[in-house]
Structures are given as structure tokens and as C-alpha cells.
């Protein structure tokens, strides 16, 4: 199949190109810049430039392949709700197109303190800004790729590098409490299997966890953080965690216990790559 990708150049992006090319399929992949437009030729895929708040260049690109896979998300969290609102319009123009569409969501819209399946949707985009990208998914009918708070390996900007950098600036990695609220975690190779799947499978299930570790203790994630930058790893609550953690004080407390267990008997997916303990361990420092 001719895929077109958008975020083509990004963590998880640029792996789901990788994995296509691999397995054979053709990629036009859309990115802003030029350098990221090398690199991406680079890899073998085709390029199509382009912003995701123009629709008009974005759906042009789109209409030229078989299917689309979206990855693209600004996550400007300064503006985080407004980002929502576009991509909910995207993924409306996208769906339009009449191709099979895949889009990326997050674990972290059903943090209800209770364990999580596919099953479960999201509160309403007006209590969580996130929960957009489903809503508009569910109108045009696209697949959902729900990926777990940290989705790490090589390149990663998200969420183990925002601890990261923290507890280098405070001298200490920390941990709310206890340290018992649990992370969900993949690799982001194995996310690409993924959505691989669900491109050449187009199965009747729409949503799917890209899940391997269902909870791993961020009181583990804390100390294998300090571990690996020679700091201690203590405990914080109240004033103390807000005055470490900050903006990020709401997902270093998150707790998320999502089953992947239809997504897995659907789709034949098997996570290969190593966890996220290990990972940071032997490629964040």
C-alpha cells in the first residue's frame, strides 16, 4: 500500500515509516521543515510538505495514498486544549477522504483510577481537551491507537526525559507518596508493529492499546532516573511535590492500569523490545 503519514519525522512517526518501508509498503510522509525533509528522503519515503493547520496541503498529500496514518500532535502544552481542537478538525478532513484512516490517541484520556480496556471512551473533550481526537475519530469511523504515558526509546521528548531534566535541576528525582501510581510503557518500535497491523488487518475492532508493561511504579521510574544520574531518590507530597514536579505534578501522579489483552488477540501483536526500566538505563543518559 502507498501510506501517507503525517508526523513522519517524529518519535513515534518515524518509526511507524521505518516499519512500513520494511515490510514492503510505500510512504509519503509529511514534514514542515527541510531537514526534516532530508532526513525522511533519506529513510526512502516520499515527502510531501506541509503544516497540520493546513488542510488543504495536508488532504492533498492524503488523497494521493491508500491509506493515512496520523501521528501528528503539537504538544505545545501552553496550549494544549487548542491543539486538541485542531486535531479534532483534522482528523474530520482527514476522514473525509474516504481512506482507511489511522489516528493516535492517549492511555492517559481514561485515567479513572480503575483498570482500562478498549472498551472504555473517554470523558467528554470539554473536561479532558485530549479526549477530541476520539470524538472526531468516532465520526469518520478511523482506527484509534491509544498510547501508554511513556512510549520510550531513541529520540524520546516525552515524558521520562520531562523527569529526567527535572530531577537534574532539582538535584533529586522524586517520587508523590508512596510511589505506588503505576505507568503504562512501550517501546516505540513496537507501537510501529502495531499500527502496521492494523493497516494490512483493517479489522472490525476500531480501538487499540499499544501496550506492553500494563504498570510499572513511577517510584521505579524515579529511582532508575537517579540511579542513572547519580542522585538521591526521595519522596515528596503536597507543597514539596508541586514545588519539584510543577506543571507535571498532574502525570507524575497519574495511575493507569490498561489491558492490551483485545488488542493482542486481535491483531497477533507480540511486544519484542525491552522495557522501560532497562531502557532508560541503557540509552537516556
Known sequence: MRVFVTGASGFV???IVKELLQAGHQVLGL???D???AALAQTGADVHRGDITDHETVIAGATQCDAIIHTAFNHDFSRFKESSIEDHALILALGATQRPLIVTSAIGVLNYGRPVDENDTPPPSEKVARAATEEAARKVGAYIVRLPPTTHGEGDHGFVPIVINTAKAKGESAYIGDGANT???VHRLDAAVLYRLI???QPEQKVFHAVDEVGVPFKEIAKTIGDGLGLPTVSKTGADA???FGWFMHFAGMSVVPSAELTKK?????PKQRGILEDITASYF
Open 242 to 244: 508541586e514545588a519539584h
Open 199 to 201: 493497516l494490512e488487518k
Open 31 to 33: 514534514v514542515r521543515s
Open 266 to 270: 486481535m491483531l497477533g501483536w507480540m
Open 13 to 15: 512517526g518515524s518509526a
Open 183 to 185: 505507568w503504562a510503557a
Open 35 to 37: 531537514s526534516t525533509a
